[in-house]
């Protein structure tokens, strides 16, 4: 069965960097689009990135946060850069939308 496994989340500062990993099993992981969707508390679900053969990211991340992915290793990426308190949450690993998994918390916070 499918299977999303992230990974890489914790407290960091403002200004500072993490990065998330998503170890995917259970499928081929080269032939699906990819996604980081995150909640923060309180709120509803945010589409962050998507990679497939290119990156597509959020107004609200772009420019501070890469996605990517290594095929060989069925892992999905997402590094965050220059943490803003906004940028705390759950992110989850999605496969086309459909499949989730148990998502890793985030928090920025001095």
């Known amino acids: 069965q499918v299977q999303l496994v992230e990974s890489g989340g914790g407290l960091v500062q403002p200004g500072g960097s993490l990065t998330l990993s998503c170890a995917a099993s259970g499928f081929t992981f080269s032939e699906y689009w990819m996604h980081w969707v995150r909640q923060a508390p309180g709120k509803g679900l945010e589409w962050v990135a998507t990679a497939f053969s290119d990156a597509q990211y959020a107004d609200s991340v772009k420019g501070r946060f890469t996605i990517s992915r290594d095929n060989a290793k069925s892992t999905l990426y997402l590094q965050m850069n220059s943490l803003k308190s906004d940028d705390t949450a759950v992110y989850y690993c999605?496969?086309?939308?459909?499949?989730w998994g148990q998502g890793t918390r985030v928090t920025v916070s001095s």
């Open positions: 999605v496969r086309d939308l459909v499949d």
